[in-house]
């Protein structure tokens, strides 16, 4: 990488360097094991003159998401946390059967299901033929594309301006922030919204969220770095909310700049929090491959010490993050026997890398393991909950980020 994507900088400092490892969501079938993969360096830098966090553009989303492993409905708790944010939308905005919602990356349809239900017309944009396919299937009209300021452009030509455009957990995976921000920009009417969540670089930060951190994520936001990129497509952020998804995510609310007036004082509070912990300079920065550092030499010690007292460690989930933590911890299933998911697409294949094989949930029942490792600890209080049974012959959870952490449950 030798320029801010941006802002054109070149000034670049390193955050941190997690070595090369294959794109997250690449698993392997048991036909592709005795093949290589390919593994591209995963070095966090950030920018000195505008503080956006980012990765080099080493893989295009094309090469990720033509056919992509994530269906954003097997996470209840997320489908519900989709819910709530419609039934918000259509209060504060005034949504009603004349209005008209577009969501990019809209996934499996698991946010526009509930404008469907609302009557409520909607478009999803999807790159994924596979999980658009599977919104389709459950009646929600989506359109296999990339966002671009052409394809905006043509979506309002063809639809009509949007009077909300949503884009949850899209912002980071796109390596031309300032083109897809433009085609937000094409979408949205003169007078409408856009709403984005995206997980805040404040958090990943403060809690050592670094597993977050993958291919798929070509940039990191604080509210001031994502205030910048609005406005390089012609968005003004109005007004925010912080959220616990994804270990800590934050909502913009931003309008054309023409029509936007000034930020809530929400925006500059937290703008005020971010500069208290030193993100608006280098120095808030400097600590954080230390703390990498020891999440990983706290987890290791873990997986060894049960390894030689003969106990059996398994995984829960195969998600991307899941992945970053294998990769940069060098575990293999002499540590971690295998995971288990519910997604049924990862049934029998192994994860990128490391090439733990990936099973169905029944089989930690069966199995009856010492120590789960939840993988997606993001979903914490929901897989807490999921997982009680566990305790039956007194296993117990182990959550890997902020710190290591071994849990003990009752069963329910």
């Known amino acids: 990488m030798t320029n801010c994507r941006l802002c054109g900088s070149a000034n ?35 920018c000195a003159e505008c503080r956006l966090a980012q990765i080099p553009p080493l893989i295009t989303p094309e090469d990720t998401f033509t056919e992509y492993a994530y269906f954003s409905s097997y996470s209840r708790s997320w489908v519900d946390h989709a819910g709530r944010f419609v039934t918000g939308a259509v209060e504060r905005l005034g949504l009603d059967a004349h209005s008209f919602v577009v969501e990019v990356a809209s996934n499996d349809g698991y946010l526009l299901k509930h404008v469907v239900a609302q009557g409520i017309r909607c478009l999803g944009i999807e790159p994924s033929v596979n999980v658009g396919q599977a919104a389709r299937d459950a009646g929600v009209p989506t359109l296999t594309a990339f966002l671009g300021p052409e394809s905006g452009a043509g979506v309002r030509e063809e639809y009509g301006p949007a009077n909300l455009v949503v884009a949850n957990n899209v912002y980071a995976h796109i390596p031309d922030v300032i083109g897809f921000t433009k085609g937000l920009r094409a979408l949205v009417a003169d007078d409408g919204w856009v ?81 208290a912990a030193g993100l608006l300079e280098l120095s808030g920065y400097t600590q954080f491959a230390e703390r990498v550092a020891k999440v990983r030499r706290d987890l290791l010690r873990f997986l060894i010490d049960a390894a030689d007292d003969g106990l059996t460690v398994v995984g829960y989930g195969a998600p991307g993050k899941g992945n970053t933590l294998l990769n940069h911890c060098g575990i293999r299933t002499d540590l971690l026997a295998y995971t288990v998911d519910r997604n049924p697409y990862k049934h029998g294949r192994f994860t990128p890398g490391t090439r733990i094989p990936i099973l169905p949930p029944d089989r930690i029942a069966a199995g009856r393991p010492d120590y789960v490792l939840v993988l997606p600890w993001n979903l914490r209080d929901e897989l807490t909950h999921q997982l009680s049974y566990v305790g039956e012959w007194g296993g117990k959870l182990v959550f890997p980020i902020p710190s290591l952490e071994i849990v003990e449950v009752n069963p329910s």
């Open 12 to 46: 670049l400092a390193s955050v941190v360097d997690l070595g090369a490892t294959p794109p997250c969501e690449l698993f392997l079938t048991a036909e592709q094991l005795d093949e290589s993969e390919n593994t591209f360096p995963l070095h966090l830098r950030v």
């Open 195 to 275: 709403s984005i969540e995206v997980q805040h670089l404040l958090t990943l930060i403060e809690k050592t969220q670094y597993d977050t951190i993958y291919h798929e994520h070509f940039q990191y936001y604080t509210v001031a770095s994502a205030q910048r990129a609005l406005a390089s497509g012609g968005l003004s952020l109005v007004d925010i909310e912080l959220l616990p998804t994804h270990g800590g995510s934050v909502r913009l609310w931003a309008r054309p700049a023409e029509t936007a007036g000034e930020p809530s004082t929400r925006v500059l509070d937290v703008l005020a929090r971010e500069k």
